[in-house]
């Protein structure tokens, strides 16, 4: 009894040994998510905002994340100096943002149903209250959430302002949404001790291709249906990635290495590499490899200082479908 014990307990201690911060999020995340980003940041945002070279992909994967929160909860009073352990934005049902009054889509401003979940290593509800203080509440499949209003960036006539759902989920993690209904089933996801099933499938082939402790690293799943989503390889036949057989799309970037790799997964056997692609991925040093049947690698060591290949940290955002999300 004693041996089936400690096989037990050892059994337990290793599983929980591979297991990263960001792993208890995944199950909380709708099923129809169709996108995850994270950075594992051991860093507070100061750190994360000030040490990066305006060229670097760091920096615009942070620009993703932080985008959305209002920046009075980046000073030295609230979150700005505070630990974090990673960040990770989820998002769904991408579409065009409205047109402006001058007839235009406004550069960057891609809509999505989004979350995006900041974790500390020590709390931070404190400061959080403090700062939000002021701010309607509402309850939110009966959690308090606060409800701010605010502009992203500038004001754009023609488009709203951006509005957010805010909730201290725990004591050491802020979670800030787009979309009421998104943070309605995570808070509900939140709080069942067991899942049957989860968005982005642990068994899902694109797993085998991105590495979760990573600096930086997102997964994109493809749905054949969203006939509306301006970043679906099914229906945006002007972009380089023509394969109406694509099923998800990976990418990762490590700041020590600064190597940015990307994997595009399709049905097809042999997965098409379009003349834009080739003529692009020559200029930006950018190696294509096919490893296996139904898998494209895309593989490059960033170079700060070469503007053509600091974009490929656009080409990752926008091949994942991971547009701004404000």
Known sequence: MRVICFLLFTAMAL???????????L???????????????????QQALGGTNSNDPA??????????????LFTANTLLNKKMIYAATAARRFRLP??????????????????????YDQPVNDVVTLALAAYPRESVAGQSSWIVTYLPHQQIAGIPNYRAWIVMLKPDLFVISSDRDFLETVLQRFRKSKM??????????????????????????????????????????????????????TFQYDIASRLLKMTRLSGATVVPISGDLESGAAKAGLA???????VLTMIATVNAANTSSAGLTYSAITWAGFFSLN
């Open 15 to 25: 599983a929980q040994e591979g297991a990263l911060p960001i792993d208890p999020v």
């Open 27 to 45: 199950d909380w995340l709708p099923l129809d998510t169709e996108t995850l980003v994270v950075a594992n940041y051991q860093q507070t945002i």
């Open 59 to 72: 920096a615009d994967f942070q620009w993703q994340h932080f985008a959305q929160i209002p920046n009075f």
């Open 98 to 119: 409205p047109v402006t009054a001058q007839g235009l889509f406004p550069l960057g401003n891609g809509l999505s149903d989004s979350c995006t979940f900041i974790q």
């Open 196 to 249: 049957d099933k989860r968005a982005l499938s642990a068994d899902a082939p694109y797993w085998k291709w991105v590495d979760k402790s990573a600096s930086f690293w997102g997964v994109r799943s493809y749905d054949s249906d969203s006939i509306d989503d301006p970043t679906s390889p099914f229906i945006a036949k002007s972009w380089s990635w023509d394969d109406d057989k694509s099923t998800a799309f």
């Open 288 to 294: 294509l490899d096919r490893p296996q049947d139904g």
